[in-house]
């Protein structure tokens, strides 16, 4: 609904929406008892002025400030760690896309480099732990890197995809 809510007025507005489905929806078919199926005969704008109705006031679309730090997300780049002379290296990995071939490469440059742990972040990026300030400059060098980036692209470092079936319309691009 593109709706932005102060985290005190969540229980209020889910309410809301429960009280409008429930004394609108579609209930007397159970293949067709969802909330999609009141938002898709109503469309989504009579939904939500029925959802404003009911809360007695419209909702606010946009929040006052973005409450997401963003760059902290994606952990790609070299950043230091709590301990002194130790470093995590994200590397970006193209749309998710790991191979076989590329696991084992990843395992002997984090056995060489780092303590042999590696990481696999939501956003479907690696992090190789625990590498010395000594080793970063030689595993920089390391010809797998030119593919999986410290420092890739704005685009290209937020692209990501499904890597379940090909073409899966629940894909995350």
């Known amino acids: 609904m593109n709706v932005w809510v102060d985290p005190r007025d969540v229980v ?5 929406i429960l ?7 579609l209930r007397a078919n159970r293949q067709k008892a969802r909330l999609m199926w009141l ?12 959802v404003e109705q009911h809360l007695g006031h419209p909702l606010q679309t946009a929040a006052p400030k973005d409450e997401i730090l963003w ?3 994606d952990h790609i780049g070299i950043h230091a760690q709590k301990q002194p002379g130790l470093n995590y290296v994200g590397l970006h990995v193209p749309v998710g896309r790991l ?12 056995e060489v ?8 972040t939501v956003e479907q990026n690696v ?15 390391e010809p797998l890197l030119q593919r999986f980036s410290v420092s890739p692209t704005p685009l290209m470092r937020s692209l990501v995809s499904c890597t379940g ?3 899966c319309n629940f894909a995350l691009t």
């Open 113 to 120: 480099f780092g303590s042999g742990e590696i990481r696999l």
């Open 39 to 50: 938002i898709d005969e109503w469309g989504l704008e009579k939904f939500r002025a029925a």
């Open 71 to 73: 760059d902290k997300r």
């Open 19 to 25: 009280i409008v489905y429930r004394n609108h929806g």
């Open 165 to 167: 079936s090909q073409f």
């Open 99 to 110: 191979y076989a071939a590329d696991l084992f490469d990843l395992a002997r440059i984090a």
């Open 127 to 141: 992090i190789i732990s625990n590498v010395p300030d000594s080793r970063l400059a030689p595993m920089l060098k």
């Open 12 to 16: 209020t507005l889910c309410e809301a």
